[in-house]
Protein backbone atom coordinates (compact mmCIF):
# COMPACT_ATOMS: atom_id res chain seq x y z
CA UNK A 1 0.00 0.00 0.00
CA UNK A 2 1.43 3.44 -0.87
CA UNK A 3 2.02 6.01 1.41
CA UNK A 4 -1.12 8.28 0.15
CA UNK A 5 -3.43 5.04 -0.02
CA UNK A 6 -2.80 4.96 3.78
CA UNK A 7 -3.51 8.48 4.35
CA UNK A 8 -6.27 8.64 2.27
CA UNK A 9 -8.01 6.36 4.29
CA UNK A 10 -7.38 8.08 7.78
CA UNK A 11 -11.08 8.93 8.78
CA UNK A 12 -11.42 12.18 11.52
CA UNK A 13 -12.97 11.35 14.33
CA UNK A 14 -13.97 14.25 15.35
CA UNK A 15 -13.73 17.73 14.08
CA UNK A 16 -10.54 18.93 13.24
CA UNK A 17 -11.05 22.19 15.15
CA UNK A 18 -10.48 21.95 18.90
CA UNK A 19 -13.24 22.47 20.92
CA UNK A 20 -13.09 24.56 23.98
CA UNK A 21 -16.46 23.90 26.50
CA UNK A 22 -16.92 26.03 29.07
CA UNK A 23 -16.90 24.97 32.49
CA UNK A 24 -18.26 26.85 35.93
CA UNK A 25 -14.30 27.55 36.56
CA UNK A 26 -12.75 27.15 33.18
CA UNK A 27 -12.58 25.27 29.91
CA UNK A 28 -12.20 21.59 28.94
CA UNK A 29 -10.25 21.56 25.70
CA UNK A 30 -11.34 18.50 23.39
CA UNK A 31 -8.33 18.03 21.15
CA UNK A 32 -8.80 17.05 17.03
CA UNK A 33 -8.46 12.94 16.72
CA UNK A 34 -7.88 11.15 13.91
CA UNK A 35 -8.87 7.29 13.49
CA UNK A 36 -6.17 5.72 11.63
CA UNK A 37 -5.94 1.79 13.67
CA UNK A 38 -6.21 3.31 16.27
CA UNK A 39 -6.45 7.25 17.27
CA UNK A 40 -4.12 9.84 16.82
CA UNK A 41 -4.60 13.23 18.98
CA UNK A 42 -2.47 16.24 18.57
CA UNK A 43 -1.86 20.20 19.83
CA UNK A 44 -0.15 23.10 18.54
CA UNK A 45 0.56 25.98 20.96
CA UNK A 46 -1.07 29.27 20.15
CA UNK A 47 -3.44 26.97 18.04
CA UNK A 48 -4.92 24.11 20.03
CA UNK A 49 -2.77 25.46 23.36
CA UNK A 50 -4.06 29.13 24.75
CA UNK A 51 0.05 29.42 24.93
CA UNK A 52 3.61 28.78 23.80
CA UNK A 53 4.54 25.51 25.50
CA UNK A 54 7.95 26.64 27.93
CA UNK A 55 7.35 23.25 29.95
CA UNK A 56 5.59 19.36 30.13
CA UNK A 57 6.10 16.87 32.44
CA UNK A 58 3.68 13.96 33.05
CA UNK A 59 2.65 12.35 36.58
CA UNK A 60 2.48 8.41 36.65
CA UNK A 61 3.34 5.23 38.88
CA UNK A 62 0.78 7.42 41.43
CA UNK A 63 0.27 5.02 44.62
CA UNK A 64 -3.27 4.44 45.80
CA UNK A 65 -5.24 7.15 47.35
CA UNK A 66 -2.31 9.66 46.47
CA UNK A 67 -3.40 13.01 46.24
CA UNK A 68 -2.07 15.74 44.52
CA UNK A 69 -1.65 19.33 43.77
CA UNK A 70 -2.40 21.60 46.41
CA UNK A 71 -1.38 24.44 45.04
CA UNK A 72 -1.75 27.83 42.46
CA UNK A 73 0.36 29.91 40.42
CA UNK A 74 1.26 33.17 40.02
CA UNK A 75 1.76 33.68 36.30
CA UNK A 76 2.35 29.72 35.05
CA UNK A 77 -0.77 28.14 32.94
CA UNK A 78 -1.64 24.95 32.42
CA UNK A 79 -3.54 22.20 30.71
CA UNK A 80 -4.15 18.50 32.13
CA UNK A 81 -4.77 15.70 29.84
CA UNK A 82 -4.80 12.21 31.09
CA UNK A 83 -3.34 10.44 28.47
CA UNK A 84 -4.23 6.82 30.67
CA UNK A 85 -6.92 6.25 33.26
CA UNK A 86 -8.78 8.23 34.98
CA UNK A 87 -8.24 11.73 37.88
CA UNK A 88 -10.45 14.07 39.19
CA UNK A 89 -9.13 17.63 39.30
CA UNK A 90 -10.84 19.63 42.27
CA UNK A 91 -10.66 23.55 41.03
CA UNK A 92 -10.76 26.63 43.25
CA UNK A 93 -10.36 30.12 42.36
CA UNK A 94 -10.69 31.50 46.07
CA UNK A 95 -14.80 31.84 45.64
CA UNK A 96 -16.32 29.31 43.66
CA UNK A 97 -15.03 25.52 43.77
CA UNK A 98 -15.81 22.56 40.66
CA UNK A 99 -14.58 19.01 40.40
CA UNK A 100 -13.83 17.80 36.87
CA UNK A 101 -12.69 14.16 35.84
CA UNK A 102 -10.07 13.89 33.48
CA UNK A 103 -10.77 10.85 31.38
CA UNK A 104 -10.27 10.73 27.65
CA UNK A 105 -7.05 11.00 26.52
CA UNK A 106 -7.53 14.40 24.06
CA UNK A 107 -9.93 16.17 26.36
CA UNK A 108 -7.73 18.60 28.91
CA UNK A 109 -8.63 21.05 31.42
CA UNK A 110 -6.73 24.52 30.72
CA UNK A 111 -5.89 26.41 34.53
CA UNK A 112 -5.52 29.78 34.71
CA UNK A 113 -2.67 31.55 36.61
CA UNK A 114 -4.00 31.55 40.25
CA UNK A 115 -6.26 28.56 40.27
CA UNK A 116 -6.03 26.71 43.02
CA UNK A 117 -6.11 23.02 42.08
CA UNK A 118 -5.91 19.33 43.58
CA UNK A 119 -5.59 16.07 41.74
CA UNK A 120 -7.53 13.19 43.35
CA UNK A 121 -9.12 10.03 42.63
CA UNK A 122 -5.97 8.11 40.36
CA UNK A 123 -6.97 5.16 38.92
CA UNK A 124 -4.11 2.16 38.43
CA UNK A 125 -1.92 2.96 35.69
CA UNK A 126 -3.02 6.44 35.25
CA UNK A 127 -0.72 8.90 33.01
CA UNK A 128 -1.26 12.87 33.31
CA UNK A 129 0.24 14.78 30.97
CA UNK A 130 0.71 18.64 31.92
CA UNK A 131 1.71 21.22 29.49
CA UNK A 132 2.99 24.75 30.71
CA UNK A 133 2.87 28.39 29.74
CA UNK A 134 6.03 29.18 32.13
CA UNK A 135 9.76 26.91 32.93
CA UNK A 136 9.77 25.29 36.88
CA UNK A 137 10.68 28.31 39.03
CA UNK A 138 9.46 27.76 42.97
CA UNK A 139 8.75 31.03 43.43
CA UNK A 140 5.80 30.92 41.05
CA UNK A 141 4.16 28.80 43.59
CA UNK A 142 1.39 29.46 46.21
CA UNK A 143 1.26 26.03 48.12
CA UNK A 144 -0.22 27.44 52.00
CA UNK A 145 -4.34 27.73 50.84
CA UNK A 146 -4.64 30.66 52.94
CA UNK A 147 -1.94 32.68 51.18
CA UNK A 148 -3.33 31.95 48.06
CA UNK A 149 -7.07 33.63 49.39
CA UNK A 150 -4.88 36.58 50.67
CA UNK A 151 -3.21 36.54 46.97
CA UNK A 152 -6.75 36.16 45.25
CA UNK A 153 -8.17 39.24 47.31
CA UNK A 154 -5.92 41.60 46.77
CA UNK A 155 -5.91 41.04 43.20
CA UNK A 156 -8.21 43.54 41.07
CA UNK A 157 -9.82 41.05 39.04
CA UNK A 158 -11.44 39.40 42.42
CA UNK A 159 -13.87 41.98 42.54
CA UNK A 160 -15.40 40.40 39.59
CA UNK A 161 -15.43 36.79 40.47
CA UNK A 162 -18.81 36.77 42.07
CA UNK A 163 -19.93 37.08 38.53
CA UNK A 164 -20.77 33.97 36.61
CA UNK A 165 -19.50 35.19 32.96
CA UNK A 166 -16.16 36.03 34.28
CA UNK A 167 -13.69 32.95 33.35
CA UNK A 168 -10.46 33.19 31.57
CA UNK A 169 -10.17 35.03 27.99
CA UNK A 170 -8.12 32.50 26.05
CA UNK A 171 -6.57 35.40 23.43
CA UNK A 172 -6.52 32.73 21.02
CA UNK A 173 -9.92 31.64 20.94
CA UNK A 174 -10.91 35.38 19.49
CA UNK A 175 -10.60 34.76 15.73
CA UNK A 176 -12.17 31.43 16.01
Known amino acids: MSLFQKYSRLKVASNMKTVFKKTKLSYIISLPQIEDEGFLSFAEEKH ?7 RFYYIYDVVKNAKR ?6 KTKQVLFC ?14 REVITLDRPNKGIYL ?3 MWHEMHDFTDQTLLL ?4 EKYMESD ?3 DYKKFIETVNAGFWSRFVLFDF ?3 KLDFMKNK
Open 48 to 54: HLPFEIK
Open 69 to 74: GFHAHK
Open 83 to 96: VRGSIKVHLDNGVN
Open 112 to 114: DKL
Open 130 to 133: VAAS
Open 141 to 143: YIR
Open 166 to 168: LLP
